[in-house]
Structure formats: structure tokens, C-alpha cells
Nanobody, 118 residues
Framework: QVQLVESGGGLVQAGDSLRLSCAASGRTFTMNGMGWFRQAPGKEREFVAD????????SYAESVKGRFTISRDNTKNTVYLQMNSLQPEDTAVYYC???????????WGQGTQVTVSS
């Protein structure tokens, strides 16, 4: 099993920045990457960004391109999400996911709340 622990959420104002962290432990060799998803009240969980362990290739949702940056520290099995120019529509619970070697996302963190006030 893999444990994912997110941190870094909070309450900020529009235009501010936050950095989320997600630390993975356990059988991390069963993963080939990690990603961030978010779920706003009354909405389905949506993809935000992901990154591969090997090579570091990244992908982003259109809504966050140019504002959010995902990065990794392989030595710490930790993924970060730098969020700049936050807007009220970014308000959501942000979840870290672990992508399986031969499948989709099989591990999830407990989530961290991000609230952006206007």
C-alpha cells in the first residue's frame, strides 16, 4: 500500500499564492507518477495536474495552465503544486493521487482545503 499525505491548504485572497505538498510513503515503487485533483462543492472531482516520476513530464488542466506548476522531489517522494494568481473558482478540496504503473490512480490522500476569497 501507499500512503499519501497532503499539506499546505488554507484561506487566501484572490491573487495570492499557495503551495501544496504531497508526501508518499510505503510501496511507492508501484507508482509511475502523481497528480493533483480537486473537488468543489456540488461538483465532480476534476483533474488539475500530473507529473511522471521518470523524466518529469507534466500535464495541466486548461483552467490552471500558466498559473499552477507541479513539481517533484524524487528523493523525498514528494510532489508539490505551486498555485499562483488564485481565483475564487479555485476553491475546492485538493487531492493528491498516486498513478499506478499499469493503470489509473490507485491511491489517494485525504485532501486539503483551499479557499480563495474575492
Amino acid at each position: 500500500q501507499v500512503q499519501l499525505v497532503e499539506s499546505g491548504g488554507g484561506l487566501v485572497q484572490a491573487g495570492d499564492s499557495l503551495r501544496l505538498s504531497c508526501a508518499a510513503s510505503g510501496r511507492t515503487f508501484t507508482m509511475n507518477g502523481m497528480g493533483w485533483f480537486r473537488q468543489a462543492p456540488g461538483k465532480e472531482r476534476e483533474f488539475v495536474a500530473d507529473i511522471r516520476w521518470s523524466g518529469g513530464s507534466t500535464s495541466y488542466a486548461e483552467s490552471v495552465k500558466g498559473r499552477f506548476t507541479i513539481s517533484r522531489d524524487n528523493t523525498k517522494n514528494t510532489v508539490y503544486l505551486q498555485m499562483n494568481s488564485l481565483q475564487p473558482e479555485d476553491t475546492a478540496v485538493y487531492y493528491c493521487g498516486g498513478k499506478l504503473l499499469y493503470g489509473g490512480y490507485g491511491y489517494w490522500g485525504q485532501g486539503t482545503q483551499v479557499t480563495v476569497s474575492s
